[in-house]
């Protein structure tokens, strides 16, 4: 398994907007096709204004394979338009897990059935 750590640096105060429209628009859409969220924050010290997402994955064809599918889906194009103002950087990393350590899939509140 690998994991997708991406972070998107909000301007200041489009923090609530984001989610907002995550929560409304994206969450459902993007759970149809990425499976195994890890985990969804906000920054509290540090770097103010960012959000943080982990995504598991099996491996990176895995991955390439799921957010091509993604990036295809007419809702989540739309509901990239809305998000991508209130961005002004995006990150991505990709973390293998430590031969000790086993990832556990994240529960969302109000999350909708999604395809493996």
Not at 37 to 65: C, K, M, S
Not at 89 to 111: C, R
Request: aromatic letters at 12%.
């Amino acid at each position: 398994m690998i994991i997708e750590h991406r972070t998107y640096t909000l301007h200041p105060g489009k923090t609530a907007t984001y989610f907002a429209l995550y929560t409304s628009e994206g969450l459902a859409v993007q759970l149809e096709y990425l499976p195994r969220p890890l985990g969804y924050f906000t920054t509290e010290l540090g770097t103010l204004n960012q959000v943080i997402h982990l995504w598991g994955y099996d491996d990176l064809n895995d991955r390439a394979r799921r957010r091509a599918l993604l990036k295809r889906d007419p809702r989540w194009v739309a509901y990239v338009d809305k998000i991508l103002p209130l961005m002004q950087n995006q990150e991505s990393k990709i973390l293998v897990p430590a031969s000790f350590y086993t990832p556990g899939v994240a529960h969302y509140e109000h999350a909708h059935e999604h395809i493996a």
